[in-house]
């Protein structure tokens, strides 16, 4: 017998007596809705705090005066509830008179009408006029942002938007005003929305239910009966938030988010929602393109196709297959890397064939495989929720991984206690328990230094460490070499403040740690996720729900780009090429006799061999590697040395004015395919749009390639692809079919077509590898540190309201409004000494170039650190960043070089 199940009675709209049944700690509301029981709201939401405002769901309960709101009142064992009388049905309508009456409701002038909450209560009661006059005065609309209206005259004060922004994005930009009927939604001050602090994730524009909130750049383009709603999976960042993507004609009017989808739950980020029309842009690349005396000229498929299939094979006969080499798209879907990889190894004969995890998360995955067994995010993104304890280093996540944020936040809201590690105070550092300001490239002797106390104050977990880890005393003896005396001068924090990590950090079970791009992105990469980890095994916290290691990627795909086998040692599903088994599967797969067996060169090693002669060929997928690689005039100058040069993208950029031929491809939303998620949830790509011109899926271009080689590939499609080869060929995705992720996807591993997937890696501490590798680490300092010419560290990250500005949010209407320009970021301490204003026109000068850029003075800057972004070429900060390299995995060191920054008279 189960004692928290509770029964209830209904008397309800259709229906007389009706047992059911609910839990306790319910509201009536939720025991009415899990029974499919209809009872009118509009303030309520499902994934708000009830409320209460809107006076419709009230219910009459026996033996309870009043009628009381359903969706605040508990649900008790026993009660009789009737939830449509004669006496409901006349208060219910006169409240939607009131709400009528109290503002501008006319449906002809309205975005909304067709998918208006109040719109369909009022004609669901029978309202056809309104008795009540009333001293209704009309308010301005704010169209200040320019992704966002606001119109207060069609509000009905249910307070959705509010809690959406408070409790669920947690961001606290608007409140409700004033008392009684001159309350109002409002922004701090009443200042327009564009002069607050809303970051426009449009959170509360999903969740209004009237027209007093719309998108305005789907004004006029649609009503809600002439639009389809097709399911997707987001374009930008590693979240892989789930989409409707809303369409009339073939074309994309305005993006939602899925209220019951995975990872999001409706969530979505500035870009995720509004950065969409990229794919409509005029710029779009719409046939092949050869470059011809100095010049481009437009060309055919055949005859594109013919030009690079002959340059490919009078190279590999001439200087064998591994003077080709090329990088994978890791924002394109799984299907395409596959392909990429697949005609590298069938058809060129070279595993010369890599993708851009290379420059951001390539630590990651050699690091937690020599750790763990398996390079992936440990946890769910939904544990971030649930966690109690939580430690964010070198991780932004508000801006860079925005909705992941908003599960951090919600986090401490229940009551978790964070403690952020990061040199520049993030907006996460102002929710945290603690704020570590720890020096750039420091993490190792700081991680190092906690683990000492951890071991010295005998307070890491001895039985998880004894049954489910090997290395513990090589881990032991190296730590003993960090106490936080020594360590406090390297990281520039007090060793007493270590000491009251490691002691927060072991007060809760289980811990979860978060880290992106400022663990991974220095020359100690690999070293700094393998520390990471060495923490969450010693305090037993790997294997948990709110536990484990987790990794956030970058891009949309880069976890599926790896997935696919586009990396120079990995067939798919992460088997080794120079794995005998693995080479006799894959030539059987892919009939052909032979396959490179010795793993291929990383994508530093590419570029520099087009500029030492020994790549003679270089194809690039979907990447802009002279914006994104570091130190972009040595970048130019080796795409510049390249015998011949193949680029496939969506648009012209930096990257395509050195290619030889240039093929157009089909981008988000034009082809079917999946993205894996940071998460390891494989998610659908759906086709809304045509591609422009000839432009063609990439998966089709391999293949005519290939076939040009002789290669004969049956699949035509991204469900063959996968169905038919990826998931066959691959052990981790096996399970995973299109049929089986056709709404939520499917976490990897997932072996069998039975099997749920897999939410939490290494469960109790049974890893992937068997037992646990702990890892005896040194620190090392950056490879390029301050000195009297070059005073200062450059850090490089993400900012929240671009991606890439060349192929993407910069072809997106409003998106540079909210951030136009890059800057670079100062302290206060600094400006005032070199006589900076902030707006204030600076030269920042490393020693591979310079730049000119406006100075950001923030109080969120450390002394003696600047920061910037690569979005926009002028101010891009790969100007100035040093091409040095994690040994093991060459992925750069974006995170640290040494800069001047002059004011610029």
Same mark, same amino acid.
């Given at each position: 017998?189960?004692?928290?199940?509770?029964?209830?009675?209904v008397?309800?709209k259709?229906?007389?007596e009706?047992?059911?049944?609910?839990?306790?700690g319910?509201?009536?509301?939720?025991?009415?809705?899990?029974?499919?029981?209809?009872?009118?709201?509009?303030?309520?939401h499902?994934?708000?705090?009830?409320?209460?405002?809107?006076?419709?769901?009230?219910?009459?309960?026996?033996?309870?005066?009043?009628?009381?709101?359903?969706?605040?009142?508990?649900?008790?064992?026993?009660?009789?509830?009737?939830?449509?009388?004669?006496?409901?049905?006349?208060v219910?309508?006169?409240?939607? @008179?009131l709400?009528?009456?109290?503002g501008?409701h006319?449906?002809?002038f309205?975005?909304?009408?067709?998918?208006?909450?109040?719109?369909?209560?009022?004609y @669901?009661?029978?309202?056809?006029?309104i008795?009540?006059?009333?001293?209704?005065?009309?308010?301005?609309?704010?169209?200040?942002?320019?992704?966002?209206?606001?119109?207060q005259?069609?509000?009905v004060?249910c307070? !959705?938007?509010?809690?959406?922004?408070?409790?669920?994005?947690?961001?606290?930009?608007? +409140?409700?005003a004033?008392?009684?009927?001159?309350?109002?939604?409002?922004?701090?001050?009443n200042?327009? #929305?564009?002069?607050?602090n809303?970051v426009?994730?449009?959170?509360?524009?999903q969740?209004?239910?009237?027209?007093?909130?719309?998108?305005?750049?789907?004004?006029?383009? *649609?009503?809600a009966?002439?639009?389809?709603?097709?399911?997707t999976?987001c374009?930008?960042?590693?979240?892989?938030?789930?989409?409707?993507?809303?369409?009339?004609?073939g074309?994309?009017?305005?993006?939602?988010?899925?209220?019951?989808?995975?990872p999001?739950?409706?969530?979505?980020?500035?870009?995720?929602?509004?950065?969409?029309?990229?794919i409509?842009s005029?710029?779009?690349l719409?046939?092949p393109?050869?470059?011809?005396?100095g *010049?481009?000229?437009?060309?055919?498929?055949?005859?594109?196709?013919d030009?690079?299939a002959s340059?490919?094979?009078?190279?590999i006969?001439?200087?064998?297959?591994?003077?080709?080499?090329?990088?994978?798209?890791?924002?394109?879907?799984?299907?395409d890397?596959?392909?990429?990889q697949?005609?590298?190894r069938?058809?060129?004969?070279t595993?010369?064939?890599d993708?851009?995890?290379?420059?951001?998360?390539?630590?990651?995955v050699?690091?937690?495989?020599?750790?763990f067994?398996s390079?992936?995010?440990?946890n769910?993104?939904? +544990?971030?929720?649930k966690?109690?304890?939580?430690?964010?280093?070198?991780c932004?996540?508000?801006?860079?991984?925005?909705?992941?944020g908003?599960?951090?936040k919600?986090?401490v809201?229940?009551?978790?206690?964070?403690?952020?590690?990061?040199?520049?105070?993030?907006?996460?550092?102002? #929710?945290?328990a603690l704020?570590?300001?720890?020096?750039?490239?420091?993490?190792?002797a700081?991680?190092?230094?906690?683990?000492n106390?951890?071991?010295? @104050?005998?307070?890491?977990?001895?039985?998880?460490?004894?049954?489910?880890t090997?290395?513990f005393e090589?881990?032991?003896?190296?730590?003993?070499?960090?106490?936080?005396?020594k360590v406090?001068?390297?990281v520039?924090?007090?060793?007493?403040?270590?000491?009251?990590?490691?002691r !927060?950090?072991?007060?809760?079970?289980?811990?979860l740690?978060?880290?992106?791009l400022?663990?991974?992105?220095?020359?100690?990469?690999?070293?700094?996720?393998?520390?990471c980890?060495n923490?969450?095994?010693? $305090?037993?916290?790997?294997?948990f @729900?709110?536990?484990g290691?987790?990794?956030?990627?970058?891009?949309?795909?880069?976890?599926?780009?790896?997935?696919?086998?586009?990396?120079?040692?990995l067939?798919p599903?992460?088997?080794r090429v120079? /794995?005998?088994?693995?080479?006799e599967?894959?030539?059987?797969?892919?009939?052909?006799k032979?396959?490179?067996?010795?793993p291929?060169?990383?994508?530093?090693?590419?570029?520099?061999?087009?500029?030492?002669?020994?790549?003679?060929?270089?194809?690039?997928?979907?990447?802009?590697?002279?914006?994104t690689?570091p130190?972009i005039?040595?970048?130019e100058h080796c795409?510049?040395?390249?015998?011949? $040069?193949?680029?496939?993208?969506?648009?012209?950029?930096?990257?395509t004015?050195?290619?030889?031929?240039i093929?157009?491809a089909?981008?988000?939303?034009?082809?079917?395919?999946?993205?894996?998620s940071?998460?390891?949830?494989?998610?659908?790509?759906r086709?809304?749009?045509?591609?422009?011109?000839?432009?063609?899926?990439?998966?089709?271009?391999f293949?005519?390639?290939?076939?040009?080689?002789?290669?004969v590939?049956e699949?035509?499609?991204g469900?063959?692809?996968?169905?038919n080869?990826?998931?066959?060929l691959?052990?981790?995705?096996?399970?995973?079919?299109?049929?089986?992720?056709?709404e939520?996807?499917?976490?990897?591993?997932?072996?069998?077509e039975?099997?749920p997937?897999t939410?939490?890696?290494?469960?109790?501490?049974?890893f992937?590898?068997?037992? *646990?590798?702990f890892?005896?680490i040194?620190?090392?300092?950056?490879?390029?540190?301050p000195?009297?010419?070059?005073p200062f560290? $450059?850090?490089?990250?993400?900012?929240?309201?671009?991606?890439?500005t060349? &192929?993407?949010?910069? !072809?997106?209407e409003?998106?540079?409004?909210l951030? *136009?320009?890059? &800057?670079?970021?100062?302290?206060?301490?600094?400006?005032?000494?070199?006589?900076?204003e902030?707006?204030?026109?600076? !030269?920042?000068?490393?020693r591979?170039?310079?730049?000119?850029?406006?100075?950001?003075?923030t109080?969120?800057?450390?002394?003696?650190?600047?920061?910037?972004?690569f979005?926009?070429?002028?101010?891009c900060?790969?100007?100035?960043?040093?091409?040095?390299? /994690?040994?093991?995995t060459?992925?750069?060191?974006?995170?640290?070089?040494?800069?001047q920054?002059?004011?610029?008279?």
């Amino acid at each position: 017998m189960n004692n928290d199940i509770i029964s209830l009675t209904v008397n309800g709209k259709d229906f007389r007596e009706k047992k059911i049944q609910g839990k306790k700690g319910q509201t009536v509301l939720e025991v009415f809705r899990d029974n499919g029981i209809p009872v009118p709201t509009l303030c309520h939401h499902p994934k708000m705090p009830p409320y209460g405002g809107c006076r419709l769901c009230i219910v009459e309960i026996e033996n309870m005066r009043g009628l009381p709101p359903s969706c605040t009142t508990p649900a008790t064992d026993g009660m009789v509830i009737s939830t449509h009388t004669e006496r409901l049905a006349r208060v219910r309508k006169t409240v939607l @008179e009131l709400l009528v009456a109290y503002g501008d409701h006319n449906c002809l002038f309205c975005e909304m009408n067709g998918n208006c909450e109040l719109q369909n209560l009022v004609y @669901e009661h029978g309202v056809n006029t309104i008795r009540f006059k009333t001293d209704f005065v009309p308010r301005p609309k704010d169209e200040s942002n320019p992704m966002i209206i606001r119109d207060q005259n069609k509000c009905v004060l249910c307070g !959705r938007c509010v809690r959406a922004c408070q409790n669920v994005q947690v961001n606290g930009v608007i +409140d409700v005003a004033a008392r009684g009927s001159n309350s109002f939604i409002t922004t701090f001050n009443n200042t327009p #929305l564009m002069d607050s602090n809303c970051v426009s994730c449009g959170e509360c524009v999903q969740s209004c239910p009237v027209g007093a909130l719309t998108e305005k750049k789907a004004n006029g383009l *649609g009503r809600a009966w002439e639009t389809e709603k097709v399911r997707t999976t987001c374009t930008y960042c590693g979240v892989g938030c789930q989409q409707w993507l809303h369409v009339k004609d073939g074309r994309i009017t305005k993006v939602t988010g899925v209220e019951d989808g995975a990872p999001n739950k409706g969530r979505l980020c500035v870009k995720g929602r509004f950065g969409y029309e990229f794919i409509y842009s005029e710029d779009r690349l719409k046939t092949p393109i050869i470059k011809e005396n100095g *010049g481009f000229r437009e060309a055919s498929w055949d005859e594109a196709l013919d030009l690079v299939a002959s340059k490919f094979k009078e190279i590999i006969a001439k200087h064998g297959p591994d003077a080709v080499a090329g990088t994978s798209s890791s924002r394109s879907i799984n299907e395409d890397s596959y392909q990429m990889q697949k005609l590298f190894r069938t058809a060129f004969g070279t595993n010369n064939i890599d993708n851009c995890a290379r420059v951001c998360h390539a630590p990651t995955v050699a690091g937690l495989a020599k750790s763990f067994g398996s390079g992936a995010m440990t946890n769910s993104f939904s +544990d971030f929720a649930k966690a109690k304890m939580i430690l964010v280093i070198g991780c932004n996540a508000t801006e860079a991984h925005p909705v992941a944020g908003t599960y951090l936040k919600n986090a401490v809201a229940n009551g978790a206690e964070m403690i952020v590690a990061d040199p520049r105070r993030i907006e996460l550092a102002d #929710l945290a328990a603690l704020h570590v300001p720890l020096k750039v490239g420091s993490d190792i002797a700081f991680l190092n230094a906690i683990m000492n106390v951890l071991i010295n @104050e005998n307070l890491y977990d001895k039985e998880y460490v004894a049954s489910c880890t090997d290395g513990f005393e090589a881990l032991k003896a190296k730590v003993m070499e960090y106490p936080p005396e020594k360590v406090a001068d390297i990281v520039g924090v007090s060793a007493e403040m270590i000491r009251d990590v490691a002691r !927060r950090m072991a007060s809760v079970k289980p811990a979860l740690l978060v880290y992106t791009l400022g663990i991974t992105e220095h020359t100690c990469g690999m070293n700094n996720v393998m520390s990471c980890a060495n923490v969450q095994m010693l $305090l037993g916290n790997v294997g948990f @729900e709110g536990g484990g290691v987790n990794p956030i990627r970058g891009q949309n795909n880069v976890q599926g780009a790896c997935d696919m086998g586009a990396l120079p040692n990995l067939f798919p599903g992460y088997q080794r090429v120079d /794995d005998p088994k693995a080479q006799e599967k894959f030539k059987a797969a892919w009939k052909v006799k032979s396959l490179p067996d010795k793993p291929g060169i990383m994508l530093p090693e590419m570029l520099e061999g087009c500029a030492t002669g020994k790549i003679k060929a270089f194809y690039i997928f979907g990447e802009n590697l002279a914006n994104t690689e570091p130190d972009i005039k040595h970048v130019e100058h080796c795409l510049e040395s390249a015998e011949f $040069l193949v680029c496939q993208d969506n648009f012209p950029t930096e990257t395509t004015r050195f290619a030889d031929v240039i093929f157009p491809a089909a981008a988000w939303s034009e082809d079917n395919g999946t993205f894996a998620s940071s998460e390891r949830r494989v998610s659908r790509v759906r086709t809304v749009s045509k591609a422009p011109g000839i432009a063609k899926p990439n998966w089709w271009i391999f293949r005519e390639l290939a076939r040009r080689f002789g290669q004969v590939w049956e699949s035509d499609s991204g469900k063959d692809l996968w169905d038919n080869e990826i998931s066959v060929l691959s052990p981790p995705f096996a399970g995973i079919k299109y049929s089986r992720i056709e709404e939520d996807g499917l976490q990897w591993p997932c072996p069998t077509e039975t099997h749920p997937g897999t939410p939490i890696m290494h469960k109790d501490g049974k890893f992937t590898c068997g037992r *646990g590798q702990f890892q005896a680490i040194d620190w090392t300092p950056p490879a390029e540190v301050p000195d009297k010419e070059y005073p200062f560290v $450059l850090c490089t990250g993400r900012r929240l309201y671009h991606y890439h500005t060349r &192929t993407q949010t910069g !072809r997106c209407e409003g998106l540079n409004v909210l951030l *136009g320009e890059e &800057t670079v970021d100062m302290s206060p301490q600094d400006a005032k000494k070199l006589n900076i204003e902030h707006g204030e026109f600076v !030269r920042v000068r490393s020693r591979r170039g310079e730049v000119k850029v406006k100075a950001k003075v923030t109080d969120k800057m450390q002394e003696g650190n600047v920061w910037m972004a690569f979005h926009f070429r002028e101010g891009c900060a790969n100007w100035l960043t040093n091409p040095v390299f /994690d040994l093991v995995t060459k992925t750069a060191e974006y995170k640290a070089c040494a800069v001047q920054v002059e004011k610029i008279v």
